[in-house]
């Protein structure tokens, strides 16, 4: 049955290499991908030679109101029929400062709003638009887990505090340094898990939620923001890692979000994939009582961006 899914993240690294997965694997997917103003035509033009249904829809991420803006024009076309039925919806798009003082339109810290309330508003605003059988997927990061084993000591580990101060500029010990943008991204990471655990209590039966770790994955544009010895190292340097364990090549991690989106890959509501496998996520990452508190402030963060 033909159906649509939403999709961040899709213009370049895993999100691209894997929508392009979903469409030759898919055939019956409309992809609808969430881009900006400037590229969205192009990748939704891109993705669709050889014939594949693909349609756009602008929002700048690091605008709650965009967002909003973006979700409610997607109900528009599901509700005219313009859209086949929603069946999934792939929050990809991720992004890291070199500071924690990064602010958008709206007052918020801008790793906090692309990271969590960009994804957390989508979900809400398309919740009753779901046709179930239907799977979310958040892509994470094993940044969160803190350890060296984790991320070789390039990222440091989350620092969680409350989240109404985490959506805020300056949250962290020298904001003003490329540390402090880190610290701010794992610590966004990690608030991504907690937020699938509370969907996977609180959204109906037959909408699966899963929160997917591609693993350090060189190459990708993930530090687009960084300086320019770092966009070297990762775009020239990094890459190299993918031949040994430590690392996942694109192509990989693309195909294993692939693999997670379409079911290929087996994971139950809530649960944590890395890579090619269901797992355990940190045990900081199991707390009902931060997954509470974090769902009243994103409630509450995206009100007056989320009426319908």
């Not at 929603?86 to 709206?106: C, H, K, S």
């Not at 070297?232 to 990989?252: E, G, W």
């Amino acid at each position: 049955m033909k159906h649509t899914l939403v999709m961040t993240g899709a213009s370049r690294g895993i999100g691209h290499v894997a929508a392009r997965h979903i469409l030759r694997r898919s055939p019956e997917t409309h992809l609808l991908v969430v881009a900006r103003p400037s590229s969205g035509a192009r990748l939704a033009a891109e993705l669709a030679s050889g014939g594949h249904p693909v349609s756009y829809v602008q929002a700048d991420l690091g605008s709650l109101d965009s967002v909003r803006a973006a979700a409610i024009e997607i109900r528009d076309r599901l509700d005219g029929g313009d859209l086949p039925p929603l069946r999934g919806f792939v929050g990809n798009a991720g992004i890291q400062y070199t500071n924690a003082l990064t602010e958008g339109p709206e007052g918020l810290e801008c790793t906090f709003t692309v990271n969590v309330l960009a994804n957390h508003l989508f979900v809400r605003l398309l919740q009753d638009r779901f046709a179930a059988p239907a799977r979310i997927v958040i892509t994470s990061s094993d940044t969160h887990f803190g350890d060296l084993r984790h991320n070789l000591g390039m990222v440091p580990g989350p620092v969680w505090k409350s989240p109404d101060t985490l959506a805020r500029t300056g949250a962290f010990a020298e904001p003003h340094t490329a540390a402090g943008g880190r610290t701010a991204y794992s610590t966004s990471k990690l608030a991504a898990i907690y937020l699938v655990h509370e969907y996977a209590r609180r959204l109906p039966t037959g909408i699966d939620v899963v929160a997917y770790n591609p693993g350090f994955v060189p190459g990708t544009g993930l530090a687009r923001n960084a300086d320019a010895f770092s966009r070297f190292a990762m775009r020239r340097i990094m890459p190299l890692m993918s031949l040994t364990p430590f690392a996942t090549s694109p192509d990989a991690a693309g195909r294993h979000l692939a693999d997670v989106v379409l079911g290929t890959l087996r994971a139950p509501t809530g649960s944590y994939v890395d890579r090619d496998r269901v797992s355990r996520s940190s045990d900081e990452s199991y707390d009902p009582r931060r997954e509470a508190d974090l769902w009243k402030a994103v409630e509450r963060l995206t009100a007056g961006a989320s009426g319908s």
